[in-house]
């Protein structure tokens, strides 16, 4: 995002529903409870809003959820490909809408009812031969060897990573188990009050062997390459994660305190959509496991990322 | 009755990629190279990456490479395949890294760098997939 675009727009404000296994209502009923929340937050009606974003796999269709709120006119709408890897491309394209002009009032939303219903992580076949936005057109070379997960995507990185650098599983897991720390105290996530040791970590059962064990997986797909994502954005050197890791640096007192809602892997697997909630929340010095004097805040999925600051 | 054999599903064929599975039915491992600057690649593309050629070739490859990564595959299982499951990349003497399966293997002989060449699968639909094996003398 250009610095342009950085001073003439703001997230004004956030809402959620509760993240469950079970929501017990429609995927349309949840964006729209959320968005109710936010505008709350925000002090806005919903006759103020005048754009919608959100990912392209995202099931809620603007037009029901201009119905469902009451939302006069839309000048503005869009959305973002490759599932949680663009969540935060949702975010440049509501900041662009403002910034040009286009629309005042953007709402970036997003509803998953990952478990209750369609649920990426399990082992599908179902490829098709074209695209739904969400790298499904690389899938027809995975298929046919069982490939099926993002779990199994990644691993395969995660193994060459592993062999280059010398890296362990454990490595991974002492990751892990600072994020289910944070997800262990906030209690929004999935895991509040049920963090895990190392031990615990390495006696979960593989998933894909040498790279990923089940405490290494996100509710739904892989979130252990978190090592990696360090040194692609330059903050370690290659190889450094491991050491940078073990050293306590992700935790609330160290040099980068990282996902501290617990993540994906811990709070829950909104698509990267929560960990954008929780920038805010830092910023706003309203987190839970709140860093002191939190003014900058980078949001990194595998294909987007955005850095937030305070005003 | 004995339960079906395990297949696993076919290849989906599209107007972009349908040379390289026809070819793997006739027991051929192929990539794509460009009719006009000789690029090779793979998966196979509607044009040449570097000059934009349209002139695809499909060209016949050795079959021998060397692993560059390897994952094995435990959970989560579907009935189309025998668990684990071995994925890899593998660079082909040619230069070209393809994903595929290890087999006529155990999951702890893999390794990065082990030499491997080709072999093909069935799968449902009569079709058939390359896949590796160890290369050299079998045990």
């Known amino acids: ?311 | 009755m004995r339960p079906a054999p395990v297949r696993r599903p076919a290849p989906i064929l599209t107007e972009d990629n349908h040379t390289f599975w026809e070819a793997a039915r006739e027991g051929r491992l192929v990539g794509q190279r460009c009719g006009e600057c000789g690029l090779l690649c793979h998966p196979p593309r509607p044009l040449c990456p570097a000059c934009h050629s349209l002139q695809r070739q499909v060209v016949d490859l050795s079959g021998s490479g060397v692993v560059y990564s390897y994952s094995i595959l435990h959970h989560p299982q579907h009935p189309s395949f025998n668990y684990p499951v071995i994925a890899v990349l593998v660079d082909l003497d040619e230069g070209l890294r393809v994903l595929s399966n290890l087999v006529d293997t155990r999951p702890g002989d893999v390794h990065i760098g082990m030499a491997v060449e080709v072999a093909f699968a069935p799968t449902t639909d009569d079709m058939v997939v390359p896949v590796f094996r160890p290369r050299g003398p079998r045990r």
């Not at chain 1, 392209?56 to 869009?78: C, H, K, Y």
């Not at chain 1, 395969?156 to 010398?166: D, E, F, S, W």
């Not at chain 1, 002191?292 to 987007?304: C, E, G, K, N």
Request: charged fraction near 15%; hydrophobic fraction near 40%; aromatic fraction near 6%.
């Open chain 1, 1 to 311: 995002m250009s610095p342009g675009i950085g001073r003439s727009t703001a997230i004004i404000g956030v809402g959620q529903t509760e993240f469950s296994k079970a929501a017990g209502r429609s995927e349309t009923q949840l964006a729209s409870e959320a968005i109710v929340s936010a505008l709350g937050d925000a002090g806005l009606t919903s006759g103020e809003v005048d754009g919608l974003v959100s990912y392209t796999i995202d099931p809620v269709e603007e037009t029901e959820l201009v119905r469902a709120l009451g939302i006069p006119e839309i000048a503005f709408s869009s959305r973002v490909p490759y599932g949680g890897g663009g969540s935060q491309g949702v975010l440049l394209h509501a900041a662009s809408a403002v910034a040009s002009g286009i629309a005042e009032v953007v709402v970036a939303y997003r509803a998953v009812k990952a478990r209750s219903g369609a649920r990426f992580g399990r082992a599908e076949v179902g490829a098709r031969a074209t695209s739904q936005h969400s790298g499904s057109t690389a899938m027809q070379w995975c298929t046919p060897y069982g490939v099926l997960t993002p779990a199994a995507w990644m691993s395969l990185n995660a193994t060459r990573y592993m062999h280059a650098y010398g890296v362990t599983n454990e490595d991974f897991g002492r990751a892990v188990v600072q994020l289910r720390a944070y997800a262990a105290s906030n209690p929004n996530s999935h895991f509040y009050g049920k963090p895990i040791s190392l031990e615990d970590h390495q006696s979960s059962r593989w998933i894909a062997e040498p790279a990923l064990r089940l405490f290494d997986c996100c509710q739904e797909t892989d979130g252990s390459l978190l090592l990696m994502q360090l040194e692609g954005l330059g903050l370690c050197g290659p190889g450094e994660a491991k050491d940078f890791v073990a050293d306590g640096q992700l935790g609330p007192k160290g040099g980068l305190p990282c996902n501290t809602n617990g993540g994906l892997i811990g709070e829950g697997y909104i698509h990267g959509m929560n960990l954008t909630l929780e920038a805010v929340r830092q910023l706003r010095g309203l987190s839970v496991n709140q860093v002191d004097d939190a003014r900058t805040v980078l949001v990194s999925a595998s294909r987007t990322g955005v850095i937030l600051q305070r005003p």
